[in-house]
Nanobody, 132 residues
């Protein structure tokens, strides 16, 4: 079992930055993947970024590529999402998530497409509000 707790959300003006963090407890196996997805009111969830925990290979949906950076601190079992040049359309609840190795290829593909990625483990979410 994996528990995930997000922090770092908040309100920011367009063009600003926020850094989300996720503290993970429980055992994440080498080869498993972690990531972030978001869901805005009335919209489907959207894969934002994902990372393979062993190789560090990352995936981003097109709308955030070049603005968001996913990273991990294995020593602290922490996953981060640095969000720069934020736009009002980035407003959503952001969730930290993790899944098993056998599902990671699908998760990576869904993230690239910004599709409704579905992870086995997810946190409670942290709100990001970007005003224009």
């Amino acid at each position: 079992q994996v528990q995930l707790v997000e922090s770092g959300g908040g309100s920011v003006q367009a063009g600003g930055s926020l850094r989300l963090s996720c503290a993970a407890s429980g055992y994440i196996h080498p080869g498993d993947c972690m990531g972030w997805f978001r869901q805005a009111p009335g919209k489907e969830r959207e894969g934002v970024a994902a990372i393979y925990t062993d190789s560090g290979i990352t995936y981003y949906t097109g709308s955030v590529k070049g603005r968001f950076t996913i990273s991990q601190d294995n020593g602290k079992n922490t996953l981060n999402l640095q969000m720069n040049s934020l736009k009002p359309e980035d407003t959503a609840m952001y969730y930290c998530a993790a899944d098993l190795e056998q599902h990671c290829a699908t998760i990576a593909a869904m993230t690239l497409d910004g599709g409704p990625v579905d992870y086995i483990y997810r946190g409670q979410g942290t709100q990001v509000l970007v005003s224009s």
